[in-house]
Nanobody
Framework: QVQLVESGGGLVQAGGSLRLSCTAS????????VTWYRQGPGKQRELVAG???????NYADSVKDRFYISRDDAKNTVYLQMSRVKPEDSAMYFC??????????????WGPGTQVIVSS
């Protein structure tokens, strides 16, 4: 079964750091573009950061200069390094790829999410 699994969430104090991981597993041959989204209580899901297969990145204005997205293709893993976190960063964080390469072509996959809580 092809899946993305997030990890690294937890409780962190405002101003601290956290690193989230998104790892693809199953019968896959690689992962293309990956995007991190988040959804806070009572809020819509929003884009946080994305990275293409070539390493081009983009960020939401609210996290620019604080969050950093990177990838390790050998591990089929994308990271989200969160620094100087704020209480408003508290949310469920999801990763998504529209291009997980399988025997049957490219597959779109969402992870189940990892919870981040920032205490003030």
């Amino acid at each position: 079964q092809v899946q993305l699994v997030e990890s690294g969430g937890g409780l962190v104090q405002a101003g601290g750091s956290l690193r989230l991981s998104c790892t693809a597993s199953g019968r896959i041959f690689g992962v293309g573009n990956v995007t991190w989204y988040r959804q806070g209580p009572g809020k819509q899901r929003e884009l946080v950061a994305g990275i293409t297969s070539g390493g081009t990145t983009n960020y939401a204005d609210s996290v620019k200069d604080r969050f950093y997205i990177s990838r390790d293709d050998a591990k089929n893993t994308v990271y989200l390094q969160m620094s100087r976190v704020k209480p408003e960063d508290s949310a469920m964080y999801f990763c998504y790829s529209d291009a997980v390469k399988t025997n049957y072509g490219f597959k779109s996959v969402w992870g189940p999410g990892t919870q981040v809580i920032v205490s003030s």
